[in-house]
């Protein structure tokens, strides 16, 4: 840019950001955008050079920083660093650290100031007479300001440093699904694609509110869904996806964000993980401490009454159609770290929030962030939506029969430990797909059956002005066991326990309905009722089975389904018991290596290698069609395809040369995913850890 002279004082020739010394600092050096990437509540140095000597006791000048169309002081868009002695950690302020013709400073950044991008300029005034002249040189980049988890007076501070490299800096990760299962995702918080795509949605918030983590999270869970503000993507639980991607073909967020913003549209398709992940993603590139959660069984409370209701016939029949509640078998949403200073004391730490589209909260389809220890307590009065999480992590299923005698629906069985299960992250730099879950459980919920967990549930059920049921002693105890999951060809069995623990004989009549279900619990075929009766002698115990063979869900295998048992129980003495149960089917997953088999897993930056992917068939898939190999991950500038030939081996093996980023700022290990789709089973996906060297 040409400098303005100004006779007598500053005159700038050049300003140097020192990005390299800066991002170091500031945990930046990531970022592949062109930029000065700093975070708030830091200082940061820059150079300039002048056209002639500083004099410290004549010469005067102040940076300004602006963001915004019209950046004005009074929302903090327009700041003006001036020169102090001392640092105050909310005022912006600079230092001469060295004069002469080149000047170092250092500047400090407050710790609330707006997350956006800013323009940097010094600014001299000079006084001749009584005029004034303002001579401005600006910086020839632009400044990014992020949130800062490193600094305590940030709302997002994090004191443990492996929470921080774990939630801030790791750009891969895995995400829970079917099965308490692992799937690989590549986050990319630092990649251009996602850096521009989350700044592109930021400049649609309301600047005042760009300065408060729950604000920005609140505002990124309805951006990243499409139900209200063309954000970034389409949820789709159709079946139909022809018009776009299979959910679960998506093995990372950056591919997602590259298709936004070549078409300006919504990109077709996800579901609830899918959000999660780019949610994990965007707020992880504005410096929040973010992670992804999985809750399995997962209550969806459509009537608001902190309860799953399931309904039922006189004669046992399970009536579907009255049952609005659903359970869901697994759902992901997210979880930000920042203070609540909204809230009382003590509601900090983890919030809840949720980017698939299942609810309106205050006109958009979005869902917290809400206190985790709020959600604990079963304080659901506390802002926002803490009532809806809580019911999907602790609401009671309550059964309820239809009684011909009153002409209504009677309540027969209440499972307190029906919903909220296994809720997990995972764990520090997971990347396999042996990933080990961690086990969040007890921060959402007190033990099952506790003290306190009945406390908190009394609590959220006065506040939500809904009746706590109990229900009668029973004499008959059910226990209804199957697999969590199982391999795909593989039977299943389902097996009821029965025990009579009176002093006389009884008679117990059996319904089962089975039935083909995607995750969401929606149905997709339904398997032909058993019925049976048994006999039960006093203090003996029976046990009744039920299998199933793969042929009867065979054709539902492109969409993740699973096996959902209702089992319905009508005793003699008047007594009823119900229960529902779900078998996850598994995928196989996808070795991947280096070849030849002696290779070592440490790479060059821009190296070519030679990667071998393999797996065994499930026995009930005979061959495999249309074969479409992706490679993705951090390893990759974008991901990689491959269409291969049909195979009839009861193996699948292949064998392929990929080219790895030249550039690889700040790295010292990258991940490479891989993902074989075909006509018969998508989605088979390994990932492989490659170290860095130079």
């Avoid at 299962?181 to 795509?197: I, L, M, N, S, V």
């Avoid at 967020?253 to 078409?263: G, M, P």
């Avoid at 395809?641 to 093996?653: A, G, I, Y």
Wanted: hydrophobic share 35%; proline share 4%; net charge neutral.
């Amino acid at each position: 840019m040409e400098k303005k002279e100004a006779p007598g004082g500053i005159s700038v020739t050049k300003i140097k950001g020192l990005e390299e010394i800066n991002e170091v600092s500031h945990h930046t050096e990531k970022y592949e955008t062109p930029g000065l990437f700093l975070r708030r509540g830091q200082t940061f140095q820059i150079e300039i050079d002048l056209e002639k000597v500083f004099n410290e006791d004549e010469d005067q000048f102040t940076i300004r920083f602006e963001t915004g169309k019209h950046p004005r002081k009074r929302n903090n868009t327009l700041a003006v660093a001036t020169k102090v002695k001392e640092f105050e950690k909310e005022e912006w302020g600079y230092k001469l650290l060295t004069c002469g013709k080149t000047l170092k400073v250092e500047i400090n950044i407050p710790a609330s100031c707006i997350v956006a991008s800013y323009s940097m300029a010094v600014e001299s005034v000079y006084k001749q007479g009584a005029k004034r002249r303002t001579v401005v040189f600006n910086y020839d980049k632009p400044v990014y300001i992020l949130f800062n988890a490193w600094c305590p007076e940030d709302e997002v501070y994090m004191k443990d440093a492996k929470s921080r490299d774990e939630y801030v800096l790791n750009d891969h990760g895995a995400v829970f699904w079917g099965g308490r299962r692992p799937k690989p995702w590549y986050f990319g918080q630092f990649t251009d694609a996602t850096f521009r795509c989350v700044m592109k949605l930021l400049y649609t918030v309301r600047i005042n509110l760009r300065d408060t983590a729950r604000e920005v999270s609140r505002a990124i869970s309805a951006l990243a869904n499409d139900s209200d503000d063309d954000g970034v993507l389409t949820g789709n639980w159709s079946g139909d996806y022809d018009t776009g991607v299979k959910p679960w073909q998506w093995s990372g967020s950056v591919a997602i964000f590259k298709k936004y913003l070549e078409t300006g549209k919504p990109v077709h398709y996800g579901q609830c993980w899918v959000f999660s992940g780019i949610t994990t993603s965007l707020m992880r590139s504005l410096g929040i401490p973010t992670r992804s959660v999985t809750n399995y069984d997962s209550a969806h409370d459509t009537d608001n009454n902190l309860t799953f209701d399931k309904y039922f016939s006189e004669d046992g029949d399970y009536l579907e159609d009255l049952s609005d509640d659903s359970c869901w078998n697994f759902h992901v949403w997210n979880e930000s770290y920042m203070a609540r200073p909204d809230l009382p004391i003590g509601h900090g730490g983890w919030q809840a929030f949720d980017a698939t589209p299942q609810e309106e909260s205050h006109g958009k389809y979005r869902t917290g962030p809400a206190s985790v220890r709020a959600i604990k307590e079963g304080k659901v009065n506390l802002k926002y939506d803490t009532k809806f999480i809580y019911a999907e992590v602790n609401a009671d299923k309550v059964y309820w029969r239809y009684s011909k005698e009153k002409k209504d629906y009677e309540p027969f069985r209440v499972d307190t430990d029906a919903v909220g299960h296994h809720i997990s992250t995972a764990s520090f730099g997971s990347y396999s797909m042996f990933s080990r879950a961690h086990d969040l459980t007890l921060d959402y919920k007190y033990p099952e059956g506790s003290m306190l967990e009945r406390v908190a549930a009394r609590r959220a059920m006065k506040i939500a002005k809904s009746d706590a049921l109990v229900v009668a002693p029973q004499d008959v105890s059910f226990s209804v066991e199957a697999e969590e999951s199982i391999l795909r060809g593989e039977d299943v069995e389902v097996v009821l326990t029965m025990k009579n623990t009176s002093d006389k004989p009884l008679s117990t009549n059996i319904a089962v309905t089975s039935q083909v279900v995607r995750y969401t619990g929606v149905a997709l075929k339904k398997l032909p009722k058993r019925r049976e009766k048994k006999e039960l002698q006093p203090k003996k115990e029976q046990k009744f089975s039920l299998k199933f063979k793969p042929e009867e869900y065979a054709a539902f295998m492109e969409e993740n389904p699973l096996l959902r048992f209702t089992v319905m129980a009508m005793v003699s003495s008047g007594q009823s018991f119900a229960k529902q149960t779900v078998v996850a089917i598994d995928r196989p997953h996808l070795n991947i290596s280096l070849v030849p088999s002696h290779s070592s897993h440490k790479v060059k930056p821009g190296q070519t290698v030679n990667v071998k992917v393999e797996f065994n068939l499930p026995s009930d898939i005979k061959k495999l069609s249309k074969c479409i190999l992706t490679f993705d991950g951090s390893a990759l500038a974008d991901p990689v395809e491959f269409k291969l030939p049909d195979t009839t081996s009861d193996k699948f093996s292949a064998e392929k040369s990929v080219t790895l980023k030249k550039i690889m700022k700040g790295r010292l290990s990258v991940q490479l995913i891989a993902m074989l789709s075909s006509k018969e089973m998508s989605a088979v996906e390994g990932v492989l850890s490659l170290d860095l060297v130079k």
